[in-house]
């Protein structure tokens, strides 16, 4: 959980930088625990500046109800259970450009940091933070700028003007593709190839084509190793 679920006072949405915003921002909460989303409801249900108008337990359920709810901003945890937060993301946004998402995880792992840079995020908050940085990124994000943690600014570096990792660690997972990162994460959860074509929405084969292609990028050649790999380099959780 993230501190003692205590946020600012009632006011109007100010960012650090003094931009105002006259309407209060529609959020919809995305996680798996019930007791994560109802903590966040209840913080921001005291400030006026933010409403939260749906919740979901899943990137699945996230991305079948988004259009329903249309928010302004959606904060979603990164691991959860079904569909890979990123791909769902990547989804919301396609149809809806100016949808804005803050991920929150207790996880910043480089290749979390990477991804969620890659779907267009435009907040990283991690759970151990002071409830205020939550705050902080909604106000900002929804005056149009980004917000990350201190543990996952320090990864990044604005080039170009868009925000990317500063290095990427040396591992032969660098030479995956972003669906090929997927697929070792579903695999490393134990879903079965027919399991991770229903959850990706492509075919079975396609799966096929791309675990032979992590094997042969990583030399490993078994389910398991691969999962204590992608486990060892924070692509999957324990």
Do not use: W
């Amino acid at each position: 959980m993230m501190g003692d679920g205590r946020g600012p006072p009632r006011g109007p949405l100010v960012t650090k930088s003094g931009a105002r915003m006259t309407e209060s921002q529609k959020i919809l909460l995305v996680d798996d625990h019930e007791l994560v989303r109802s903590a966040l409801k209840g913080m921001l249900d005291r400030d006026d500046a933010f409403e939260v108008v749906g919740e979901a337990s899943s990137a699945d359920e996230a991305l079948e109800v988004v259009g329903e709810f249309a928010p302004d901003i959606v904060v979603m945890d990164i691991d959860m259970p079904g569909m890979i937060c990123f791909g769902a993301v990547a989804q919301m946004r396609a149809s809806q450009p100016d949808l804005k998402v803050i991920f929150l995880s207790a996880f910043f792992h480089d290749h979390y940091i990477e991804q969620a840079l890659q779907v267009g995020a435009s907040g990283y908050v991690v759970k151990g933070d002071p409830p205020s940085f939550l705050f902080d990124a909604l106000r900002e994000v929804a005056a149009g700028g980004s917000y990350f943690s201190p543990q996952v600014r320090s990864r990044i570096v604005c080039e170009d003007g868009s925000n990317k990792l500063t290095a990427e660690a040396e591992t032969r997972s660098s030479s995956l593709t972003n669906r090929e990162v997927e697929v070792l994460r579903y695999l490393a959860r134990g879903l079965s190839k027919k399991e991770i074509a229903k959850t990706m929405h492509i075919s079975v084969k396609t799966v096929e084509h791309h675990t032979t292609s992590v094997m042969r990028k990583l030399d490993i050649h078994d389910r398991v190793e691969l999962a204590r790999y992608a486990i060892r380099e924070g692509l999957a959780e324990a």
